[in-house]
């Protein structure tokens, strides 16, 4: 065996005379600095020149303070360092105006929501309520968005679920590229196409009643691709030396599945099942068709038309009086802080199931 | 309850890619053989024929025999989660699986196969970790998720993953390539140890590993980059160290190569 003799280290070079380490920097705090003074300018400007609009002024400080800090930069630091600033600065003003729109939705609802929404809102329906007045609720569109989302994942969360395993872990012929095919054509229906699906087969052709039943089918409908794409996403993630190692057990493939894939990436799939219910829950176009709409309560999602909250928000709008207004932004805001509560929802299970490294 | 492996006129392909060509040997019951060669070779390959692993690579296919006594793998009433029980395999990167604890890790194989009583699965756990010589780091974390441990304390952990499940053949993919010398003597000593109960075949780039552990070394090699592996020669371990009948191994052990 022959002797192996370890090379010298590489040399490392001293820092050549062209580029000194030292160089001027500007303190740490000079963004915040440069921000508030391209507010202040910005509404300087504004009330100056006399603009109406509140974004006006913030568009032009935000204009200003990109400017202002790759100006600075490029005079103390230098051109690399003010590319920096430029694409830093440039990131979070887009941030920002992404950010502001959401904000000012959200204050808003929140704002106009609140005046009617309490106890008697949460449990009371529409029913023999004269719809100039104040009074009424939104129990019934509660109950009848919960029935039909649940209903709707019952019903494509199992088939999303499904196809998505069959995808990542046995397809790979042309039944696979066909079905992968389907579910991206599927991703681009419109709801009310999917409503005038069902209508057509379940109403019209199979002669069936309004019922949220209906609607739920055509909520499963726009439900399951959103399921598929994600769960595929997540299984995809697992990786492949987890499924060997399983199968080198002597573990068949079916329990590799269900016992080492699945687990792995359940988080992720719950997420993904969560931020679809999400979605579907402001569908309004198919309920329109399907749900039919009802003011009082009707607790069988199999027989006879409901509400629901998306549904209701329109409705109400629709009445055109003050009264009505107010019940339509109370039942925004319900519809708002449902989805959040599933979001949160979907959260913790994602952190709960995490695979932990507790290193 | 080690059993010897025959194996005659073995290929593999990937797709239409022929990895390893026309492969015969034996390999002997409670013994360790080692399989050297260059990157690409076809070691792994053709480890993970041995145990129907290959097929689950897509497009993965396998021609030849594999004996396994006197039962051929590949007959076509053979299951192959049968086979995988019976010819354990470690891997060269270690891959406990991240959800479980140590516990549920070295208990997987037999958890995931049918139902055990807990008292039978505690014995189980803890002859398999004292066997792969991990016992006594991890008896008070047994609750910790395995992902935790040192990436030498995972190989182990892998190890007693896979004889826990009492394989009659242990496969190892370059066990040690991702450890410290430490953890590499530990698990050496822990091949040493296996093979009164095991037939071992080990993959290893390391000469001195080879050297080390091994009862018998089969050199492989490839004529030219994107043409198939194949067996130049095997035979006592100490012969292909210290008079080869081939001068490629010669050649290669020496460091003389390419
Ligand atoms: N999944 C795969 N798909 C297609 N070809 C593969 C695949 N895995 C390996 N090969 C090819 O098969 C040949 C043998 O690979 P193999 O992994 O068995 O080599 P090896 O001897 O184990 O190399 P190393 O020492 O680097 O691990 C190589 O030419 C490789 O490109
Ligand atoms: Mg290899």
Same mark, same amino acid.
């Given at each position: 065996?022959?002797?192996?003799?370890?090379?010298?280290?590489?040399?490392?070079?001293?820092?050549?005379?062209?580029?000194?380490?030292?160089?001027? $920097?500007?303190?740490?705090?000079?963004?915040?600095?440069?921000?508030?003074?391209?507010?202040?300018?910005?509404?300087?400007?504004?009330?100056?020149?006399?603009?109406?609009?509140? @974004?006006?002024?913030?568009?032009?400080?935000?204009?200003?303070?990109?400017?202002?800090?790759?100006?600075?930069?490029?005079?103390?630091?230098?051109?690399?360092?003010?590319?920096? $600033?430029?694409?830093?600065?440039?990131?979070?003003?887009?941030?920002?105006?992404?950010?502001?729109?959401?904000?000012?939705?959200?204050?808003?609802?929140?704002?106009?929501?609140?005046?009617?929404?309490?106890?008697?809102?949460?449990?009371?329906?529409?029913?023999?309520?004269?719809?100039?007045?104040?009074?009424?609720?939104?129990?019934?569109?509660?109950?009848?968005?919960?029935?039909?989302?649940?209903?709707?994942?019952?019903?494509?969360?199992?088939?999303?679920?499904?196809?998505?395993?069959?995808?990542?872990?046995?397809?790979?012929?042309?039944?696979?590229?066909?079905?992968?095919?389907?579910?991206?054509?599927?991703?681009?229906?419109?709801?009310?196409?999917?409503?005038?699906?069902?209508?057509?087969?379940?109403?019209?052709?199979?002669?069936?009643?309004?019922?949220?039943?209906?609607?739920?089918?055509?909520?499963?409908?726009?439900?399951?691709?959103?399921?598929? $794409?994600?769960?595929?996403?997540?299984?995809?993630?697992?990786?492949?030396?987890?499924?060997?190692?399983?199968?080198?057990?002597? @573990?068949?493939?079916?329990?590799?599945?269900?016992?080492?894939?699945?687990?792995?990436?359940?988080?992720?799939?719950?997420?993904?099942?969560?931020?679809?219910?999400?979605?579907?829950?402001?569908?309004?176009?198919?309920?329109?068709?399907?749900?039919?709409?009802?003011?009082? @309560?009707?607790?069988?999602?199999?027989?006879?038309?409901?509400?629901?909250?998306?549904?209701?928000?329109?409705?109400?709008?629709?009445?055109?009086?003050?009264?009505?207004?107010?019940?339509?932004?109370?039942?925004?805001?319900?519809?708002?802080?449902?989805?959040?509560?599933?979001?949160?929802?979907? $959260?913790?299970?994602?952190?709960?199931?995490?695979?932990?490294?507790?290193? | 309850?080690?059993?010897?492996?025959?194996?005659?006129?073995?290929?593999?392909?990937?797709?239409?890619? #022929?990895?390893?060509?026309?492969?015969?040997?034996?390999?002997?019951?409670?013994?360790?053989?080692?399989?050297?060669?260059?990157?690409?070779?076809?070691?792994?390959?053709?480890?993970?024929?041995?145990?129907?692993?290959?097929?689950? &690579?897509?497009?993965?296919?396998?021609?030849?025999?594999?004996?396994?006594?006197?039962?051929?793998?590949?007959?076509?009433? /053979?299951?192959?989660?049968?086979? #995988?029980?019976?010819?354990?395999?470690?891997?060269?990167?270690?891959?406990?699986?991240?959800?479980?604890?140590?516990?549920?890790?070295?208990?997987?194989?037999?958890?995931?196969?049918?139902?055990?009583?807990?008292?039978?699965?505690?014995?189980?756990?803890?002859?398999?970790?004292?066997?792969?010589?991990?016992?006594?780091?991890?008896?008070? #974390?047994?609750?910790?998720?395995?992902?935790?441990?040192?990436?030498?304390?995972?190989?182990?952990?892998?190890?007693?993953?896979?004889?826990? /499940?009492?394989?009659?053949?242990?496969?190892?993919?370059?066990?040690?390539?991702?450890?410290?010398?430490?953890?590499?003597?530990?698990?050496?000593?822990?091949?040493?140890?296996?093979?009164?109960?095991?037939?071992? /075949?080990?993959? &290893?780039?390391?000469?001195?590993?080879?050297?080390?552990?091994?009862? #018998?070394?089969?050199?492989?090699?490839?004529?030219? /980059?994107?043409?198939?592996?194949?067996?130049?020669?095997?035979?006592? &371990?100490?012969?292909?160290?210290?008079?080869?009948?081939?001068?490629?191994?010669?050649?290669?052990?020496?460091?003389?190569?390419?």
């Amino acid at each position: 065996m022959s002797n192996l003799t370890l090379d010298k280290a590489p040399t490392v070079d001293t820092p050549s005379a062209g580029a000194p380490l030292r160089q001027p $920097r500007l303190p740490r705090w000079t963004p915040l600095g440069l921000a508030a003074l391209s507010a202040a300018l910005g509404t300087g400007v504004g009330l100056l020149a006399g603009l109406e609009s509140r @974004i006006q002024w913030g568009l032009i400080a935000a204009l200003l303070f990109v400017a202002l800090n790759f100006v600075l930069t490029k005079a103390v630091e230098g051109t690399r360092q003010a590319k920096d $600033r430029l694409a830093t600065s440039l990131v979070w003003v887009c941030f920002l105006l992404a950010v502001v729109p959401l904000l000012s939705l959200l204050w808003e609802t929140v704002n106009r929501g609140v005046t009617v929404l309490d106890g008697s809102f949460l449990t009371h329906s529409m029913n023999g309520v004269i719809t100039i007045q104040p009074g009424g609720g939104a129990y019934h569109a509660l109950i009848g968005t919960l029935q039909q989302i649940g209903l709707a994942t019952a019903i494509a969360a199992p088939i999303g679920l499904l196809t998505a395993i069959y995808l990542v872990e046995y397809g790979t012929g042309r039944l696979a590229k066909a079905i992968t095919f389907f579910v991206d054509v599927m991703t681009g229906i419109p709801s009310i196409v999917a409503g005038l699906f069902v209508l057509a087969f379940w109403i019209i052709y199979l002669d069936m009643g309004y019922s949220g039943f209906a609607g739920a089918m055509s909520l499963a409908i726009l439900m399951m691709p959103i399921v598929v $794409r994600s769960t595929e996403e997540m299984l995809k993630l697992v990786p492949n030396e987890l499924r060997e190692a399983s199968l080198a057990l002597g @573990i068949p493939k079916w329990r590799t599945i269900l016992k080492v894939v699945l687990p792995t990436s359940i988080g992720g799939i719950t997420t993904g099942v969560m931020l679809a219910v999400a979605r579907i829950a402001g569908e309004t176009a198919p309920i329109m068709l399907l749900v039919f709409g009802a003011a009082s @309560i009707n607790n069988n999602p199999f027989n006879g038309a409901q509400s629901s909250l998306p549904y209701y928000v329109y409705e109400q709008w629709k009445l055109g009086n003050e009264a009505s207004y107010d019940r339509a932004w109370a039942a925004a805001l319900l519809l708002i802080a449902f989805i959040m509560v599933l979001n949160l929802l979907a $959260r913790g299970i994602a952190a709960w199931k995490a695979p932990k490294s507790g290193r | 309850m080690a059993k010897r492996i025959d194996i005659s006129g073995l290929s593999a392909y990937y797709g239409s890619h #022929r990895a390893i060509d026309d492969i015969s040997m034996s390999v002997e019951p409670r013994s360790v053989t080692a399989f050297i060669g260059p990157s690409g070779c076809g070691k792994s390959t053709f480890l993970r024929t041995l145990n129907r692993m290959h097929e689950v &690579t897509p497009g993965g296919r396998v021609e030849g025999k594999v004996m396994l006594d006197n039962e051929d793998l590949y007959g076509s009433d /053979v299951d192959p989660v049968s086979v #995988r029980r019976t010819i354990g395999m470690v891997f060269q990167r270690p891959n406990p699986f991240p959800t479980m604890s140590v516990y549920e890790n070295v208990a997987a194989g037999l958890k995931l196969n049918g139902t055990y009583k807990k008292a039978e699965l505690d014995d189980v756990v803890e002859k398999s970790l004292r066997g792969a010589n991990l016992w006594n780091e991890v008896k008070d #974390r047994m609750n910790k998720p395995g992902s935790g441990l040192s990436g030498g304390q995972q190989q182990r952990l892998c190890i007693a993953r896979a004889i826990a /499940v009492e394989p009659q053949v242990l496969l190892m993919d370059e066990p040690c390539s991702a450890l410290d010398p430490i953890s590499t003597l530990a698990i050496e000593d822990l091949v040493g140890q296996l093979k009164s109960d095991y037939t071992i /075949v080990i993959v &290893t780039h390391n000469m001195q590993q080879a050297a080390r552990v091994s009862d #018998r070394t089969a050199f492989f090699n490839l004529a030219a /980059v994107g043409q198939p592996g194949k067996l130049v020669e095997v035979d006592e &371990t100490e012969r292909i160290f210290s008079n080869p009948s081939v001068q490629a191994t010669e050649d290669y052990i020496s460091g003389r190569f390419g």
